[in-house]
């Protein structure tokens, strides 16, 4: 069973924290580098973070030292530590394999990311 489940978003003011979390089916998570994407109204979806079986990490220049990632591979989760949030962070949020394909792979439906005062 393919299940991507992401919590977490909200309203946030700038300068706050968020903790978004992902719950994913097996086969989706065991085997994959595991990301956290986001798209923001009238954008291109984008990869801001993921992170490998072994915990290596990597960040979009645009997030960097502001987010974390990890993973628990027991719990099948993915976690995103967002800290310092910028008003340009408002998007819906995503978890997926790293890469997924768009319009080819599955989606769940994402958890929403306003940074706003």
């Known amino acids: 069973q393919v299940q991507l489940v992401e919590s977490g978003g909200g309203l946030v003011q700038p300068g706050g924290s968020l903790r978004l979390s992902c719950l994913a089916s097996?086969?989706?998570?065991?085997?994959?580098?595991m990301g956290w994407y986001r798209q923001a109204p009238g954008k291109e979806r984008e990869l801001v973070a993921h992170?490998?079986?072994?915990?290596?990490?990597n960040y979009a220049m645009s997030v960097k030292g502001r987010f974390t990632i990890s993973r628990d591979n027991a719990k099948n989760t993915v976690t995103l530590q967002m800290n310092s949030l910028k008003p340009e962070d408002t998007a819906v949020y995503y978890c997926?394999?790293?890469?997924?394909?768009?319009?080819?792979?599955?989606w769940g439906q994402g958890t929403q990311v306003t940074v706003s005062s």
């Open positions: 997926n394999k790293v890469p997924a394909r768009i319009t080819r792979d599955y």
């Open positions: 097996r086969s989706i998570f065991s085997f994959n580098v």
């Open positions: 992170i490998t079986i072994a915990d290596t990490t």
